[in-house]
């Protein structure tokens, strides 16, 4: 008899480890809070640091929109001042500026070292634009040996893509119209290695005709079969299409420009 009251029930056995998970949870509600008030401020060093870091970035971009407008206005003002182009010039029936104008050529001198100025003082896009208006001013003014180094300086701008783009144009054809054609071939080279997407397929298709100007056909086809294998739908696909009628390349019918009644 004395021995079953000392028995343990089964309802007995089952409440120690029931207490053990209560201790369990209470222990890691104490752990919890304890935590936190220890470490509470760290956490608000690190939310206040994330917030200090936006704002700085912020604070950037804000800083380097204004200073990208300030460029370009320094820019745009030199030009608001340039003497205007012979509006015949527009229709091909007259030169620019009259170089016999010495006046005028000075003013054209000047505001090309205006632009040039600028353009060292800015960076990125704006300093290519400024190099590029300051070619400009000295071509106007028959100055072609500066205008060719404006140009130089304009490729050795770090720049996006598009700016560079129009700076490297720029310099091929430069030597290309100096009859300079492997150097302009050998850049346009280059250009079509380093670039990718459209301004890659502009660089070969310059290249291409490069070739064919300077009676190059066997190159110039081998151009246009490079840039349609390696680009099979062109952006200026009716561009590609008469280079490559002029050279004797072959065109898909994928890339070719879709004719006026064709569906799109």
């Known amino acids: 008899m004395a021995d079953e009251e000392k028995r343990p029930t089964a309802a ?3 409440e120690p480890p029931a207490q053990e998970e209560q201790d369990y949870l209470f222990k890691a509600q104490v752990a919890a809070t304890e935590f936190i008030f220890r470490y509470w401020k760290y956490g608000f060093y690190a939310l206040g640091g994330i917030l200090l870091v936006a704002l700085a970035w912020g604070s950037y971009q804000s800083w380097a929109q204004s200073r990208r407008e300030e460029q370009f206005g320094a820019i745009a003002a030199v030009a608001y001042k340039m003497p205007p182009v012979n509006e015949m010039a527009l229709y091909g029936l007259a030169p620019k500026d009259d170089p016999a104008d010495a006046a005028r050529t000075a003013n054209l001198q000047e505001g090309a070292r205006r632009f040039a100025a600028a353009a060292e003082s800015a960076s990125g896009s704006a300093a290519v634009y400024g190099y590029l208006q ?3 001013a000295y071509s106007r003014a028959q100055d ?6 404006m140009i130089e300086a304009a490729t050795g701008v770090s720049a996006p893509d598009v700016a ?3 700076a490297d144009a720029q310099r091929a054809a430069l030597l290309a119209d100096a009859g300079d054609t492997a150097g302009a071939e050998a850049y ?3 250009m079509a290695g380093r ?5 890659a397929q502009e660089s070969l298709l310059r290249l291409a005709s490069v070739q064919a100007d300077a009676g190059k056909s066997a190159e110039a086809k081998s151009t246009v079969e490079e840039l349609l294998k390696r680009f099979e ?5 009716q561009a590609v299409a008469e280079i490559a009628a002029r050279v004797g390349a072959s065109v898909p019918q994928a890339a070719s ?3 006026p009644g064709a569906p799109g």
Request: aromatic share 12%.
């Open 144 to 149: 072609a040996e500066n205008s060719r180094k």
């Open 164 to 166: 560079r783009f129009a």
């Open 12 to 14: 007995s056995e089952a």
């Open 257 to 259: 420009p879709a004719s």
């Open 134 to 136: 300051a070619a400009e």
């Open 188 to 190: 346009l080279r280059e």
């Open 233 to 237: 739908s062109p952006a200026r696909a």
């Open 195 to 199: 670039y990718t997407g459209f301004f």
